[in-house]
């Protein structure tokens, strides 16, 4: 019974977890649940992908990757004795649990290519053999299983001479063969790039490109890293030429930090084509390899600064699009063909400013693309302040006042602007969501709305304007044209006798006064 207990908790981790990433992939709870029952149907041990064990077991090989691909190059490089107890626990662990990852690999399930979990070991085991298999296999060659089980052979050895020349070999073979280590950097890439897409899965673009940064970063200084260990390797194979750099710099002898610090350094000053460090290259060694390094450094610097133009660039799609539009002289090569004068080109420039606000969105094209419920709730929320402030919306029924907001379309006037003229047909209707306006009735009391009013409400009736409206300030409104008006009252005709008594309420009020002139 226990063993099956442990068998039964062991299972569950395996299977899907119900957690966002989940619950992202497949819909809802109910989509994790019928997950876990497919999973449960193969009848063998198959790791899901989103399962907690996966989860679990891909931050540590991410942290163990990590650790290697830094510690490896250092210690084969800087340290000639690898006998020690904590480089060797180090290195079986880590060849351990490469060994482990990659028979994993062979039973968790790959992302098909319309979004479906492949659980079939079979095809697991197919894909994995047609794709990373073979590099992860020689990244995971178990080196100092065989070094130590060579080790022991030769302390039975009688001879110390053989002994001695023996090691001497397997030290310099080593050192070599251990570098196969570092194409793990294949598996860093992979999994990054799975956190990324997966895990970190943002919502925000800053913080997006704040993780991409870090990476690019974090690569770079990888490369440099590599690149000084390589830099002191290769003398130190050839046992430091006098024409080396190591030797030039009485280096030889010195202590590990020393040796890497400067070796960083003229890495570094290589990649960066800043320098050779205190001295050129003499050797044709180290000619070869400040030319290896030049080229490196100016493929990865290139490769970053072109990732990160396009990263910032992706910060802000809708500021950059704006600065495509007007920014770019489009406009300002409208108004110098055209010889616009300077108050005009000033009031358009203004203009811009005020309607667009530095962002420029698709808006239609955005809200194209959503299902009408969906579409409908967005309007609401960008609308859920006009609604607020506005009377006539206030005990009305809430999906005709929705229906309404989606046919609404955004105005922007300013100062002096005169939205409507008296006497012109009614074509629209318009809802102040900020600024003010002022009504200018013929021979009547001037009357200013702002924040919540509405005007040109006598599109209902067909007729002419009966007064002039003028903004004051900056105005953001939103009108409803007279087809859009007549489209949603023919589904609401109850609302359309509301309206319609508003209105003539309204000229009513305006014909009552003393001053007014038919």
Known sequence: DQSTFF????????????????????GSHKGVAAEQERVKSFGVWIIHPYSDFRFYWDIVMLLLMMSNLVILPWGIT?????????WITFNVLSDTLFLMDLVFNF?????????????????????????????DFISSIPVDYIFLIV?????????????????????????????LRLLRLSRLIRYIHQWEEQIFHMTYDLASAVVRIVNLIGMMLLLCHWDGCLTF?????????????VAKNN????????????????AMSHMLCIGYGANPPEGM??????????????TCYAMFLGHATNLVQSLDASHRQYQEKFQYKQVEQYMSFHKLPADVRQRIHDYYEQRFQGKMFDEDSILGELSDPLKEEIVSYNCRG????????????????????????????????LIIREGTLGRKMYFIQHGTVTVIPRGSKEIRLSDGAYFGICLLTQGRRTATVRADTYCRLYSLSVDSFNEVLEEHPLMRRAFESVAVDRLDRVSRRPSYQP
Not at 78 to 86: A, I, L, R
Not at 251 to 266: C, D, E, G, K, R
Request: glycine share 4%; hydrophobic share 45%; charged share 20%.
């Open 7 to 26: 068998q039964k908790q062991f299972g569950s981790m395996l299977q899907p977890g119900v957690n966002k990433f989940s619950l992202r992939m497949f």
């Open 251 to 266: 280096m030889v002898n010195s202590t590990w930090h020393i040796q890497y610090s400067y070796a960083l350094f003229m």
């Open 78 to 86: 800087f340290f000639e004795d690898q006998n020690t107890m904590p």
């Open 151 to 179: 080790d022991l052979e030769s302390r039975h050895e009688s001879s110390d001479v053989y002994r001695t020349a023996r090691a001497l070999r397997i030290v310099r073979f080593t050192k070599i063969l251990s570098l």
């Open 386 to 417: 006009l609604v607020a402030n506005m009377p006539l919306f206030a005990n009305t029924d809430p999906h005709f006042v929705t229906v309404i907001l989606t046919k609404l379309r955004f105005e922007v006037f300013q100062p002096g602007d």
């Open 233 to 245: 390797m290769v003398p130190m194979l050839q046992d430091f030429p006098p024409d080396c750099w």
């Open 285 to 298: 060694t180290d000619v070869w390899l400040t030319m290896i390094s030049m080229v490196v450094g100016a």
């Open 107 to 135: 039973r968790t399930g790959i992302l098909g290519e319309d979004s479906h979990i492949i659980l079939d070991p079979k095809e697991i085991r197919m894909h994995y053999l047609r794709t990373w298999f073979m590099v």
